[in-house]
């Protein structure tokens, strides 16, 4: 099985800036995809942006140029970058790893989900 842990979530005022983290831990094989999505209130959940294991990225048209997402091979983690952030950005925010863990097939896991909030 894969585990995911989330940080960095909280409360920001417009046009500051946060750090998602997300860790893979577990009895991991591979790791394809990474990504983040998002559910704001009364809203569908939409995908914020991915990596590839390349290195290829995708951002959702609302955050490019805002948000940066990263990941480090080693040791399982993707990070994203979020500047410059809106109340419309309020959700709360899911890292979803596509892996494949031993004995398992490749299969999607979600982290707990983190609270980010923008107010002022």
């Known amino acids: 099985q894969v585990q995911l842990v989330e940080s960095g979530g909280g409360l920001v005022q417009p046009g500051g800036a946060l750090i998602l983290s997300c860790a893979a831990s577990?009895?991991?094989?591979?790791?394809?995809?990474m990504g983040w999505y998002r559910q704001a209130p009364g809203k569908q959940p939409e995908l914020v942006a991915a990596?590839?294991?390349?290195?290829?990225?995708n951002y959702v048209d609302s955050v490019k140029g805002r948000f940066t997402i990263s990941r480090d091979n080693a040791k399982n983690t993707v990070d994203l970058q979020m500047n410059s952030l809106r109340p419309e950005d309020t959700a709360v925010y899911h890292c979803?790893?596509?892996?494949?863990?031993?004995?398992?097939?490749?299969?999607?896991?979600w982290g707990q989900g983190t609270q980010v909030t923008v107010s002022s």
């Open positions: 577990g009895s991991i094989v591979s790791v394809y995809a």
């Open positions: 990596i590839a294991s390349d290195g290829t990225t």
């Open positions: 979803n790893v596509n892996a494949r863990a031993a004995w398992s097939r490749r299969a999607d896991y």
